[in-house]
């Protein structure tokens, strides 16, 4: 099959902007007439700072990220945050989390390592189909920060509201970022592996308050400290640079579409359509519930593993690929990221469509 032939469900890494893998492709073999491939040039270089610095500049601005918030390009992914938060700003004491899925179940497990873990709220026994309530939270008089995951790919939910708290906010938005206007300054840190609506896989944005840098513990490794990173722009060593390249030319496709606000209208238009089917099928039932939903990543099954694994093959003959669910979940999930066109989702249901049909 043909680039033109497939829509990429993946959860990630998954589906980029057209212009910004072309664009990528067209100076592969010669970056900006250095006659150097950006994989290539050194991460010191006035060449590369250019990138790096524009990559910050358009996100603090499409993020309206304040200047209280310095913003980090790391390496590591999301498990190395699991760490660098409690390192940072745990010390010692308690951080609430908030258990609504398989990361945020991991993030707490680590953050144990080096202080106390309260879990303020699970949605375990349910198996993860809802988000909490804010009156569902159970909140620490004394916590140093309260943790959640936005939005929880695997089971397919996410947080529709900014949790209120007396401590500082750390969240992770590996899965949604840019895909809704949020206010920064009301948090403390947030950070995201870019391989979902950013750039390929090995970059890490992180957002903090550098009010909060310099408490890590004294174990804290030079690369986990946020005060250090903040300190030497982050390059304390060599940074995922052609991750860092392809995020610039992603915000620059961001920014062409008409910026946060019209991803957030796509988003819901995307995800509509995949739940107002779901919501009237007789052989495909959505996970999550309403009001809980995530607009990034929709899960759904039918009433057998057969029929489930039938569905994905049939989809992929179709062009349709990456519709397996998590080995943990089962189903099926449709991961529909900014980069996903309304198209993809309009033949994804007609898919369902047929399937029904078929199996009803």
Known sequence: ?????????????????????????AEMLNFRGSGMSVMEISHRSALFQEVFDSACLKLRRLMNVPDTH???????????????????????????????????????EEAGKYGTVHIAATTKPTGHDRIPTQAELDLSPDAKYFYYCANNTIYGTEWQYVPETASTLACDMSSDILSREVDVSKFGLIYAGAQKNMAPAGLTVVIVDKRLAGRE???????????TMIETGSMLNTPPCWCIYMLDLTLDWVIKEGGVKAMDERKRERAGMLYDFLDNSKVLHPHALPGSRSFMNVTFRTDSPELDAAFV?????????????????????????NAMPVEGAKALVEYMKEFEVRNA
């Not at 099959?1 to 492709?25: H, I």
């Not at 049939?314 to 669910?325: F, H, I, S, V, Y």
């Open 1 to 25: 099959m043909n680039r033109d032939q497939v829509y990429n469900f993946a959860p990630g890494p998954s589906t980029m902007p057209e212009s910004a893998l072309k664009t990528a492709a």
């Open 70 to 108: 310095e913003i980090l390009l790391l390496q590591g992914g999301a498990t190395t945050q699991f760490a660098a938060i409690p390192m940072n700003l745990l010390e010692g004491g308690t951080a609430d989390y908030a258990v609504t899925g398989n990361f945020s179940n991991k993030a707490a």
């Open 217 to 227: 513990l004294p174990i804290t490794p030079k690369i986990l400290s946020y005060r």
């Open 313 to 337: 093959k049939g989809a992929a003959e179709r062009g349709l690929l990456n519709l397996k669910g998590h080995k943990i979940a089962g189903g099926m999930r449709a991961s529909v990221y």
